[in-house]
């Protein structure tokens, strides 16, 4: 006879804003017959009944910005039978990673009144850096539509369908005109990936990259063409140093132009 044990589900966060966690709330309909094939076991968002590993998949969202979430993450880890990172903070270290570019005790002691009291680390990483990591879900937030797509893989025991491609391709399909080259608006689309449906140059905005780079992203190639452009060199270090300023190309890029 086959098995009716649900899956169980835990969603876990870390140094974040919860927009992640709201993604899921937000599935409202598609919320519903998820909880019907797993059991929400573990979720302070969303209920206070909090049941006991182990899990069979988790969902963590956040950076990890202190000793003692880096201990916590290890012990998630351990209780996991699939872990999941999910959005920027979780995947490149967030906004909270601009901190990896100053000594953080320079913002301590300017934003606290007894910065001796405050316990962090210098830097905000993503998960991967400190536990291996099954599957990664990019985005500030994460998008719906990508998150319910991993949820049924995972209860179908398939690979997620996930696109790699770059933002552009996604313009490309609604048509949009590119910004970069109709206006010479700086856009980080053609480096970052798809995903979130190219929302800010649909509005004639350019891509601010909160999905994080694409696979071989080519970033100095696109600086270029930005300073060729006749934008200024801290200008290009700023827009790589966003939502997902810890991500190594990235990262890499803003440094080159900027300190």
Known sequence: MASTTRPRLAVWKFASCDGCQLTLLD?????????????????????????????????????????????????????????????????AGGIQALRNFKDVREFTSVVYAKPEYISTLGSSTAISEHIPVDFELRGCPIDKGQLVELLLAFLHGRSPAIPAHSTCVECKMRGNVCVLVAHGTPCLGPVTQ???????????????????????ANTSSLARVWLASGARRDEVSRAFRSYTAGAEPFRKEASAHGD
């Open 194 to 216: 798809a995903g979130c449906g190219s929302i800010c140059p649909s509005y004639t905005r350019g891509c601010y990259g909160c999905f994080g780079p694409a696979e071989t």
């Open 27 to 91: 599935c409202e309909d598609e919320l519903l017959a998820v909880a019907e094939a797993v059991e929400i076991a573990n979720f302070p968002e969303a209920s206070r009944a909090v049941l006991p590993g182990p899990y069979d998949v988790s969902l963590v969202e956040g950076s990890i910005t202190t000793q003692h979430d880096a201990e916590r993450i290890r012990e998630v880890r351990r209780i996991s039978r699939t872990l999941v990172a999910i959005g920027a903070c979780a995947t």
